[in-house]
């Protein structure tokens, strides 16, 4: 068996960003059990500066990228179909606000200290709250009762809500993957040196793997 090391770069709020995490998770279950990853999730934000109450989803990808409500519906519903076919299920119109997701990155860091068996359960809690749900990813409750959904300790994550704890961990680590090149999300690097960008099928993924498992193999 071969092991990998993944970083999956990517934020709560990006539809791409779950549907690339599904894609990836076929990949390695058609993989098994020749090739196995480790994953740890890093922190990007798609939009550091959004104030706490977030901002009306289609007011804001207008705004972004100067689009209107029709192209912002299609743009939608395709994302839905690719979930779909991957197995992760958006929520019709369950999503009407983009919210900042600086405190849930520090949540997720915390939660990877636990393990990554931790991080993956809060990592998914948290895609699934929020594109299956609409639930807020910046309000304190919510993160803690989703903390609680993951296994975690409810209190603890409480504490570290409250505290600012891994606030600057967080922001060295965003600062590291941007200076390494990536400017957009999911970024899938695998054992440090292999890019897969976007949203990819599991087609893509099982291939990218498959090769540098093989390549690993071979230079072993």
């Known amino acids: 068996m071969t092991t990998l090391q993944i ?7 990006c539809p791409w960003c779950a549907v690339g995490l599904a894609s990836l998770q076929q990949a390695l279950a058609r993989l098994a059990p020749e090739v196995h990853a480790n994953i740890t999730f890093q922190p990007f934000e798609l939009n550091p500066q959004m104030p706490a109450e977030g901002e009306e989803i289609v007011a804001h990808l207008s705004r972004k990228y100067g689009i209107g409500a029709e192209q912002i519906a299609a743009n939608s519903e395709a994302i839905r179909q690719r979930g779909a076919a991957v197995g992760f299920s958006f929520g019709q119109g369950k999503r009407t606000h983009i919210y900042n997701t600086f405190d849930a990155h520090r949540l997720l860091h915390w939660a990877g200290l636990q393990g990554e068996r931790e991080q993956t359960a809060l990592k998914m809690a948290l895609l699934r709250a929020y594109h299956g749900e609409g639930r807020n990813p910046s309000d304190t409750a919510t993160l803690v009762a989703l903390a609680g959904e993951a296994g975690l ?41 292999y890019l897969v960008s976007g949203g990819q099928p599991p087609e893509v993924f099982e291939q990218a793997l498959r090769q540098i498992a093989a390549s690993n193999s071979t230079m072993c």
Do not use: C
């Open 7 to 13: 970083d999956f770069v990517s934020d709560v709020v």
């Open 153 to 193: 300790d409810t209190a603890e994550a409480a504490r570290v809500l409250a505290s600012g704890e891994h606030a600057e961990a967080v922001r060295q680590a965003e600062r590291r993957w941007q200076e390494s090149g990536i400017s957009s999300v999911p970024a899938v690097v695998i054992e440090g040196q």
